[in-house]
């Protein structure tokens, strides 16, 4: 039972990094700026003529790292106003309990 165990885990190991070498063999993983993706080329040569505008559409890794870094920025500011507004917001708070709790 160990030995067939071990032996599935290593096919999926093995299954996992054939299929990275192969993507990366293909130039799916190329993150050089100006250098078209060879994998996208060929996939618009070869396999998909037709939908070579679905494949321009795809945006480039370093318009994905600026995107990815405005979203993050934006997480920030943010964050950082929720907490220069906290204490503000909590005293408004605690006023507002006050004033209803003489009311009373």
């Given at each position: 039972a160990v030995l067939i165990t071990w032996l599935?885990?290593?096919s999926k190991l093995g299954l996992v990094g054939g299929a990275l070498w192969a993507t990366h063999s293909a130039g799916v993983w190329s993150l050089q700026p100006g250098v078209p993706n060879p994998?996208?080329?060929?996939?618009?040569?070869d396999?998909?003529?037709?939908?070579?505008a679905a494949v321009d559409s795809v945006p480039s890794a370093g318009q994905l790292v600026d995107q990815a870094?405005?979203?993050w920025n934006d997480g920030v500011s943010a964050a950082c106003s929720w907490l220069a507004r906290a204490p503000s917001s909590l005293t408004d708070a605690c006023r507002g309990l006050l004033v209803s709790q003489r009311s009373e």
């Open positions: 599935i885990r290593a994998a996208a080329s060929r996939l618009r040569r396999i998909l003529p037709e939908a070579a870094a405005g979203q």
